[in-house]
């Protein structure tokens, strides 16, 4: 049997040790985590502020973009098994944590661009009263992390919804929070 086969999804809603970590050594953290039922595991862009300093991070796998491809050398046995080594591993700063280069002056604005469309204040929505319908769209996840304590916010295919039933002020910043941090990572 392919050793995928039988993997059930982890849906990483609960804190890991990656997110105590952001608790006890940052001011506050914003995790951005995009997911769906066909991939849930994490995929994580993460900004971090202490102090005055910005910082930013990912948590993901190199090889899930490499899927179905194959490569001489058996390559493709090695990614797959690289890949089920991510899936498999609990978020910690481990080797999957890095580090990621912004200039200073952009760290900065995009931190502050960022924050300003409220992410800290947003609420989730419910679509089970829109009129729309939409079988397996993907969600996008916040984890709103301070010394305090951690949020979890989801909010389920806002493009859709959105794009389906216009003017919701709260999908309209989540989905303009999500790109901004998109565009900082230059996704």
């Not at 591993?89 to 999957?96: A, F, G, M, Q, V």
């Not at 919701?168 to 303009?176: A, G, S, T």
Request: glycine residues 4%; hydrophobic residues 30%.
């Amino acid at each position: 049997m392919f050793p995928f086969g039988n993997l059930k999804a982890q849906i990483y809603k609960n804190p890991t040790p990656l997110h105590d970590f952001f608790k006890s050594n940052f001011d506050s953290t914003i995790i951005y985590y995009r997911w769906s039922s066909w991939f849930p595991y994490p995929n994580y862009y993460i900004i971090s502020k202490k102090d005055s300093s910005v910082y930013y991070f990912t948590y993901k796998s190199q090889y899930s973009k490499f899927k179905g491809l194959y490569y001489p050398a058996d390559l493709h046995k090695k990614f797959s098994q690289e890949e089920l080594k991510f899936k498999l591993t609990t978020p910690d700063t481990n080797r999957y944590f890095l580090p990621v280069y912004i200039h200073f002056v952009d760290r900065h604005m995009f931190w502050s661009r960022i924050n300003s469309f409220h992410i800290w204040n947003i609420k989730e929505t419910n679509e089970n009263n829109t009129g729309c319908d939409i079988d397996d769209g993907g969600s996008d996840t916040y984890y709103l992390i301070t010394n305090k304590g951690i949020e979890v916010k989801t909010f389920y295919a806002a493009d859709f919804y959105e794009g389906c039933k216009p003017g919701n002020v709260y999908l309209i910043n989540e989905i303009k929070t999500r790109d901004t941090i998109l565009k900082a990572f230059g996704n």
